[in-house]
């Protein structure tokens, strides 16, 4: 029997508000999702897609003789610019849908509208959601590149996986996990489907591993002073993301409607107060104030309000970024430092700009101590490179500055070379002085790696021309105190 089954598929969206997700949602559609109709005893027999316009509405035409349901996925785009939000749960995992009721083709052509609701525990609209915002960020990033790739997101409510963006996911593909609130309390716990913000620091976060470079070691933070390789990745990325929805307050909501919601977390990037500790290139949150303002006030950009004399065009902003991932020297190790040097040498920023930005965040540009102080240079049969660290002096012991020595190695030609790292702490444990040795390549690839509880490591490794990271990494193995530690590094 040959009909025509039409509809419009439609999606319940909670805003962020100071006070936490509003209890009342908004009704969208569900713009460029996959339709499929599916055979009604068999829920793998497709007999037809198509998906839905920018406002929703899908037609398709089929010739059946047998019953059948309409289904919609969380996946939209072609070719290799895909996004599809995956239920975390199923095994193996799947795209989530929004099904309806079984139709008869008795009744021939009909219409068959979906709707996917934020009522828990399926909490459909939240799949689709998460998709709406990709989608809206990869259109506006979407002009600066010829192609993004695909992207997929694994989430489902009670998945309480830390929200992060994996370069490569279960799929192989990059991959970003966002938190769904706790099973047992999903009421009262943390959900990321509805928060935009979060969504656009982890989309941008894709961005920079794909589109950039990040020569950040990863790890755990909280608005404490990073390394300034940290403090920028994770600074640049909320302000890149937010700015492409001209999302000006940065908000982390906890808990959901008909329990306790509130925000946990917020930061206006135009004027709010910034938070954590560390001043300029050490403190995330600075970044973010100082890339904003980079953005602010251009065409297609937020709009400025406080004045800075910066604003460029998310375009060429966003081409001087993508040229970070082929940056040689110098600030070929990528900090703000390195994205600010960039702009001026791509003609969109000029140094005095520079500097005032960064006189706001109370640092200078060029960073105090010459052109490029960070990491310090590591040279092959040259002077060793001495520090001392404490991974609790700071806030953050693994990704502070108290608790990494890290310096840049960079060969001419190809080599293999040894590295020295002699713990030169008097009265020596393990518990309280131990030190990792690692190299890097600026993809974040450990080469080679030295731990274990000897008080003196070394490695030797085969190295193509390039710059290379080497790290000492103070891990006193969670001892909640530990002793200052004096190393010296060396390449003989």
Not at 262 to 268: H, K, L, M, P
């Amino acid at each position: 029997m040959a009909l025509t089954i039409s509809g419009q598929v439609t999606f319940d969206r909670l805003a962020t508000t100071p006070a936490g997700l509003a209890s009342t949602p908004t009704v969208l559609p569900a713009s460029l999702v996959v339709i499929e109709v599916v055979r009604h005893n068999n829920i793998n027999a497709v007999v037809g897609t198509t998906t839905t316009d920018a406002v929703g509405n899908y037609s398709i035409n089929l010739n059946l003789d047998h019953d059948f349901y309409v289904r919609a996925r969380a996946q939209s785009g072609t070719g290799p610019d895909i996004d599809r939000v995956y239920h975390q749960r199923t095994a193996p995992l799947i795209v989530h849908a929004q099904c309806g009721p079984i139709l008869q083709r008795a009744s021939g052509s009909q219409t068959a509208n979906l709707h996917a609701a934020f009522t828990l525990p399926e909490n459909r609209a939240g799949a689709f959601a998460v998709l709406d915002t990709a989608q809206r960020l990869r259109a506006s990033a979407l002009p600066s590149f010829a192609s993004l790739g695909p992207l997929d997101f694994l989430w489902c409510t009670g998945e309480s996986k830390a929200t992060g963006t994996d370069e490569v996911g279960p799929n192989g593909r990059p991959a970003i996990y966002l938190l769904g609130g706790t099973l047992a309390n999903a009421t009262n716990t943390d959900h990321d489907e509805f928060d935009e913000g979060v969504i656009c620091h982890e989309w941008a976060s894709f961005l920079q591993l794909t589109q950039s470079r990040d020569n950040n070691f990863g790890g755990v933070h909280a608005g404490e002073e990073l390394l300034f390789t940290a403090s920028y990745s994770e600074g640049v990325v909320t302000a890149i993301g937010c700015a492409l929805l001209d999302l000006r307050v940065y908000r982390d909501t906890v808990g959901y409607p008909g329990g306790s919601t509130s925000v946990q977390f917020e930061f206006d990037l135009e004027s709010g107060t910034i938070p954590g500790s560390g001043t300029g290139y050490g403190n995330e949150f600075r970044n973010s104030r100082a890339v904003w303002d980079l953005l602010d006030g251009a065409a297609g950009a937020p709009t400025d309000t406080d004045g800075d004399p910066v604003a460029i065009t998310p375009a060429n902003f966003l081409a001087s970024f993508a040229a970070l991932a082929v940056r040689g020297a110098p600030y070929e190790i990528c900090w703000l430092a390195s994205l600010l040097q960039q702009l001026i040498d791509d003609g969109f920023l000029n140094q005095t700009d520079a500097n005032t930005l960064m006189t706001g965040q109370g640092a200078a540009f060029p960073p105090a101590g010459g052109a490029d102080p960070f990491p310090a240079e590591l040279l092959v049969g040259g002077p060793a490179q001495t520090g001392s660290l404490n991974a609790f002096a700071g806030a953050n012991p693994i990704l502070g500055p108290d608790a990494n020595g890290v310096f840049r190695l960079t060969l001419a030609t190809p080599a293999s070379i040894t590295i020295n790292l002699a713990n030169t702490t008097t009265g020596y444990t393990p518990a309280g002085h131990r030190l990792e040795l690692s190299v890097h390549d600026l993809d974040r690839n450990v080469l080679a790696l030295a731990d274990g509880n000897n008080q003196n490591k070394s490695v030797t490794v085969g190295l193509a021309a390039g710059t290379y990271l080497v790290r000492v990494q103070h891990r006193p193995d969670g001892v909640a105190t530990s002793a200052l530690t004096d190393f010296s590094v060396t390449v003989p």
